[in-house]
C-alpha cells in the first residue's frame, strides 16, 4: 500500500516569492494534516481536513498561507508571499478517523518538503 | 492545554547498549501518548502508542514505553541498541476525540560504535 505522498521534496525560492506544496494521502484515509517542522523543533499543527472541511486551521496565518483540499483526497498548501521565517519542513499526514476507530489520532506521514526561502 | 516535553535533546550510546529517551506530558485529563521516529530526510513513523489497558506499551524494533500517571510520565526504552537506531526521536500527546497531535521538541539519539 502506497504512503502519504507529497512534492515536491525540495523546494528553493527567494523571498516574497509564492509557493505550492501537494499531498495525496493514504486511500480511504478521511482526515488529512499539515504540520510545519522548524529546524530542531517538532511539528506544529497548521490545518486539519475532515473529508474536504477545513475543522481545525487555528494555527495557520492565514494573511499569507491557504489550503485547499478538492474533493476531500489530494491537499495543496500554499504561501504567498513566501518570508525568510518559513524555510521548514512542510509535513502531510493522513489518518482513519471517526468515532468506531479506536486507533485514532494515529497519522501516517509523508516524507516532507523542505523549504528554503532566501 | 496540553503539553510534551522532551528533557534530553541528544542522547549519545553505545552500540548493544541500553537507552532510555524520557518525555513529560502536562494535562488535567486522560490523553493518548505516541513515539515516533523520524530518519534523516524522512517522514514520522509511528514507533508505538498508548490508547488505554497496560501501561507498557511494545513497539517495533525493540522498544517499549511505559506510561506512568502519577508521573505523568511515557519514557521510551530499548535494551540495546543498534547504529541504525541513530535518529530523531518524538513524543506526542493527544487528546481522546481530538485529531490533533502535539509533539516535543525532540530528542535525538546517537549510536557509535
Known amino acids: 500500500e502506497a504512503g502519504v505522498v507529497q512534492s515536491p521534496r525540495y523546494k528553493i525560492i527567494e523571498k516574497k516569492q509564492p509557493v505550492a506544496f501537494w499531498c495525496n494521502p493514504i486511500?480511504?484515509?478521511?482526515?488529512l494534516y499539515w504540520y510545519r517542522q522548524n529546524l530542531g523543533q517538532g511539528p506544529e499543527l497548521l490545518i486539519r481536513?475532515?473529508?474536504?472541511?477545513?475543522?481545525?486551521d487555528s494555527q495557520l496565518p492565514k494573511d499569507r498561507f491557504s489550503a485547499e483540499r478538492l474533493k476531500g483526497v489530494d491537499s495543496t498548501l500554499k504561501i504567498q508571499p513566501a518570508e525568510l521565517g518559513d524555510s521548514a519542513v512542510y509535513l502531510c499526514?493522513?489518518?482513519?478517523?471517526?468515532?468506531?476507530?479506536?486507533?485514532?489520532?494515529?497519522?501516517?506521514f509523508g516524507q516532507g518538503t523542505r523549504l528554503t526561502v532566501v | 492545554a496540553q503539553s510534551v516535553t522532551q528533557l534530553d535533546s541528544q542522547v549519545p550510546v553505545f552500540e548493544e547498549a541500553p537507552v532510555e529517551l524520557r518525555c513529560n506530558y502536562s494535562?488535567?485529563?486522560?490523553?493518548?501518548l505516541f513515539w515516533y521516529v523520524q530518519y534523516p530526510n524522512q517522514g514520522l513513523q509511528l514507533l508505538l502508542k498508548?490508547?488505554?489497558?497496560?501501561?507498557l506499551v511494545k513497539g517495533i524494533n525493540g522498544f517499549e514505553a511505559e506510561f506512568n500517571k502519577s508521573q505523568t510520565s511515557f519514557h521510551l526504552r530499548k535494551p540495546s541498541v543498534h547504529i541504525s537506531d541513530t535518529a530523531e526521536y518524538f513524543c506526542?500527546?493527544?487528546?481522546?476525540?481530538?485529531?490533533?497531535?502535539?509533539f516535543g521538541t525532540g530528542t535525538r539519539l546517537l549510536v557509535s560504535p
Open positions: 494535562s488535567s485529563v486522560s490523553v493518548y
Open positions: 506526542a500527546v493527544s487528546f481522546p476525540g481530538f485529531q490533533k497531535l502535539v
Open positions: 486511500s480511504g484515509h478521511n482526515t
Open positions: 481536513y475532515e473529508n474536504e472541511e477545513a475543522v481545525d
Open positions: 499526514a493522513s489518518s482513519l478517523s471517526g468515532p468506531l476507530q479506536v486507533t485514532e489520532s494515529e497519522a501516517f
Open positions: 498508548y490508547l488505554s489497558g497496560s501501561t
